[in-house]
């Protein structure tokens, strides 16, 4: 755990297959302004959702064991669901630092949602898993809970933090995953399940028939990141953030004003 003696420089580390991660870290800048960052991507991984649950176990544990030796982090946090959702507790059993997960915010949208309907909108692996339908039993029991995976808005997200123009048909396709099943027509709740998804939160919204109310995970992320620093010191500036690629290539060149945007200035291979 992090305490008095965690040295100040002692990094957060966040973890996605691609730039999703980015929509956990900014909420955890805005409450902790002077946070020190490493942003790893898998981008040889790259992308995680159309995966086996077997590659996503054995990859994941593996790399982010890699990631602490090199940055000795003072928490470690899978900014991915569909990471999280597969392989959160080999990765907690596998490293000795607090390790948060980001998991579907179905809690928070079964609270709020007055129709009773809530969709669940994350990658084709984060859907199928388990753990969503635990949540889903947990939580959303006198719900029903639409689901619905899109590697189409993963990808869509992607091209667009690295510049590339607009299609309102790629949100509108994956909202419509959701709007068109049974029940669809009452839904009022969308879990963005996926980490790539609050990075076009508003084409979302734009492409929506109706008005929805969109949830995700990232400011009780920022909370539960604060809470388990504890009393560990925090640098007394932000420092530069550092962004490590599994493998660097035109694709992670084309990032490095988005990332910049995120205080991530040094671009790194793991
Ligand atoms: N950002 C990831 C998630 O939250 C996965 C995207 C992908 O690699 O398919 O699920």
New binding site residues.
Partial sequence: MPDASTPPDAPVLFF???V?GLSILAPAKTLIPNIPVVYAADSAG?????KSDAEIAARVPALLGRLVERYRPRIAVIA???AATIALTHVRAALDIPVVG?VPAIKPAAIASKTRVIGVL??EA?VRQPYVDRLTAEHGADCTVLRHGS?AL?AYAEARLRGEPADPAIPADALAGLLDQPGGERMDMVVLA???FPLVRDELAAAAPRPLTFLDGGEGIARRIAYLNGDAPWPDAPPEGIAVFTRIDSWVEALTPALAGFGLTRVKAL
């Fill in positions: 996605d297959s691609g999703g790259f992308p995680y959702g159309t991915c669901n569909t980001t994350g990658t984060t590697a993963v996926c980490t790539h």
